[in-house]
């Protein structure tokens, strides 16, 4: 098997000869800044998706996209009413960044042919098979190993760090 480091010289190379690099989506960018707005409000009530527009600079209407996916997966929940709004369904160290990912964009099939045999016919003999199904494997570990509940310290973290240098 492949380590972490050759795949990564491997996609280093790969996106430097295309002239291309990987990407993470912005719905999944902007739905895991949805995710710790909502982590951080945990236990305080439900939470306006105007106000986490507002707070994350995202268009109000581009999280009302990103949120139904999110429900629908059980990571969030809605409130009608005046004191309508949404919460995390879970507590925020029970959902991770690849429960998100995996909501908003489903599997990540980086090369067909991981998944789906017969959409490849080159598959017996194909060399770097192994190369992506590797990479798609610790995405899908590192993603996995990172919590809501972790994002919400560090960012505490990182509060009091600003808060220090302030003073």
């Known amino acids: 098997m492949y380590t972490t480091k050759a795949i990564e010289i491997v996609v280093f190379v790969l996106g430097k000869f295309t002239g291309e ?5 912005t719905r999944i960018r902007y739905g895991t ?3 710790v707005a909502l982590a951080m409000n945990y236990g305080k009530g439900p939470v306006l998706l105007k106000d986490i ?3 994350e600079n995202i268009s109000e209407k581009y999280l009302g996209q990103i949120i139904i996916p999110l429900k629908a997966a059980g990571l969030v929940v809605s409130f009608r009413g005046s004191k309508g709004g949404y919460s ?3 507590k925020p160290i029970k959902i991770t ?3 998100i990912a995996r909501a908003l964009e489903g599997d990540y099939n980086l090369v067909d042919c ?3 045999h017969s959409a490849c016919d080159r598959i017996d003999t194909c ?3 192994d190369i992506w199904f590797t990479l798609e494997k610790n995405i899908t570990k590192t993603l996995s190993g990172i919590s809501l509940g972790d994002l919400v310290l560090k960012a ?7 808060l220090n240098y302030n003073i």
Not at 21 to 25: D, E, F, T, Y
Not at 156 to 162: C, G, Y
């Open 21 to 25: 690099r990987m990407k993470i989506s």
């Open 33 to 35: 800044r949805l995710m």
């Open 53 to 55: 527009a507002q707070l």
């Open 88 to 90: 995390l369904n879970r």
């Open 97 to 99: 960044i690849n429960d």
């Open 114 to 116: 991981i998944n789906d």
């Open 127 to 129: 060399i770097t098979q």
């Open 156 to 162: 505490h973290h990182k509060r009091k760090q600003i």
